[in-house]
């Protein structure tokens, strides 16, 4: 079995900046960063997760890496 290092990332709606721009976008969290983008290709296990305070819904999982293409956050 290789051995990878893998990262946190969690995921959420944005709804202040949807509603700014009157698109859908999403906010990653990843490496401590938080990066914007409207479109997010997972390709590996996730899971729900609720919180008391806002966001109150996120998807989390563990990746190998973010890769982007034309804008399009692929978590692989």
């Avoid at 009157?22 to 590996?44: A, D, E, F, M």
């Amino acid at each position: 079995m290789a051995d990878f290092n893998m990262f946190r990332f969690n995921f959420h709606f944005n709804k202040p900046l949807s509603k700014r721009d009157g698109k859908v976008w999403w906010t990653l969290h990843y490496k401590n960063r938080c990066l914007p983008t409207q479109q997010i290709n997972c390709y590996v296990k996730t899971e729900t997760k609720t919180n008391k305070k806002q966001p109150y819904a996120v998807v989390q999982g563990f990746c190998e890496d973010i890769v982007w293409d034309n804008g399009v956050a692929n978590i692989i």
